[in-house]
Nanobody, 126 residues
Framework: QVHFAESGGGLVQPGESLRLSCTVS????????MGWFRRGPPYPREWRQR????????????TYADSVKGRFTISGDNGKNSVYLQMNSLKPEDTAVYYC???????????????WGQGTQVTVSS
């Protein structure tokens, strides 16, 4: 069992900031990397893929979607199995459910599986 604790979503106006946090716990041998993905409107959303926002490896390597470069910053704390997303200069098009992800080797055999958090809503609107 792998458990996610996500927080930090909410309603903000354009140009404002939010910081998302995610901590993973449970049956984890090793985490290879963590990240944030998002799924925006229209509703219903379940059939739509999650789009990459940013990822970070355990050695600090990062990737970002072009749409968030220069505005969002991903960081991690390996000791806490946590990842954070600082989102600045938010735009209405950033409105989405943001999902934390973790690439986990659960049993020490080297196989990685991607696990997902339950998601946190970010709404940017005036």
């Amino acid at each position: 069992q792998v458990h996610f604790a996500e927080s930090g979503g909410g309603l903000v106006q354009p140009g404002e900031s939010l910081r998302l946090s995610c901590t993973v716990s449970g049956s984890i041998f090793k985490i290879n990397g963590m990240g944030w993905f998002r799924r925006g409107p229209p509703y219903p959303r379940e059939w739509r893929q999650r789009d990459l926002v940013a990822t970070i490896t355990t050695d600090g390597g990062t990737t970002y979607a072009d749409s968030v470069k220069g505005r969002f910053t991903i960081s991690g704390d390996n000791g806490k199995n946590s990842v954070y997303l600082q989102m600045n200069s938010l735009k209405p098009e950033d409105t989405a459910v943001y999902y934390c992800s973790a690439d986990i080797d659960a049993d020490g055999w080297g196989g990685l599986s991607r696990y997902w958090g339950q998601g946190t809503q970010v709404t940017v609107s005036s």
